[in-house]
C-alpha cells in the first residue's frame, strides 16, 4: 500500500531587512509549530514555497530569507536517518520578488511597446534573444541568486522538470515560474528546438 506523501506549504514570508525585529518572533513561532508537528510524525516529504520570500526583491530581504530557510532545513533534518535532499525543496516566485528599483528605463520602454503592440508575436520576438532576455529579467537576479545558494540551481529562467523520488511513487515536479517559463520555450523555439 503506498504511504501518503507529506507536503509542507509555506507561502507569503514577504522578509524585510528594516523590518527583521518584527519577523523574527513570528518566524520563530512558524519553525516551532513545524518542529511539533515533526514531533507528532507529520515529517514532510517536500517543502514548497509559493512565492512573496522577499518585501521588495532585494538581496539584504534574500539573506534573511535563507537565514531562516536553512535553519528550517536543519531542524527539518536532525533527526531524520536521511536527510531531506534540497531538491525536496520548491520554490516559486511571487510577485514581491522583484527588485522593481532594477527595472530600468530601457526595460519600461520594451514593456510600454510590447504593451500598445498588444501582440504575443511581438512579445515572443523581443524575447528571442538571450541578451534581451536577461536586460528584462535582471529585476529577479537576487531571486534566482537564492535559488542557485540554497539548491544549487543552475541560474536559468526555468527549472526543467525535475524528478523526485519520493516513496513510492516518485513524482514529477515542474516549477512553472510564469513568465520564466514561457521565456525559456521561446528561446528553445527561436534556436529550432521543440517541446517534447
Known sequence: MPQPIRLLHLSDFHCHADTAWDADPVLRALRGFIAAQIKS???????VITGDLAQ???AAEYAAARTWLEALWSMLNQDRSEPLPRNHLLLVPGNHDVDRDRVSGGVRSIQAALF???????VAESLQ???????????HGDYLDLLVALINAV???AAPITHIAV???AIDAAELH????ILD???EDAAGRRMR
Not at 41 to 47: I, N
Not at 116 to 122: D, F, L, N, V
Not at 129 to 139: I, Q, S
Not at 178 to 181: N, P, Q, R
Open 116 to 122: 500598445a503592440a498588444q501582440s504575443q508575436k511581438a
Open 167 to 169: 516513496k513510492n511513487p
Open 185 to 187: 520555450l521561446l528561446a
Open 56 to 58: 521588495a526583491g532585494k
Open 178 to 181: 510564469g513568465k520564466y517559463i
Open 129 to 139: 534573444d538571450a541578451g534581451e532576455r536577461e536586460f528584462v529579467l535582471k529585476r
Open 41 to 47: 510524525g507529520l515529517d514532510p516529504d517536500l517543502v
Open 155 to 157: 541560474r536559468r529562467c
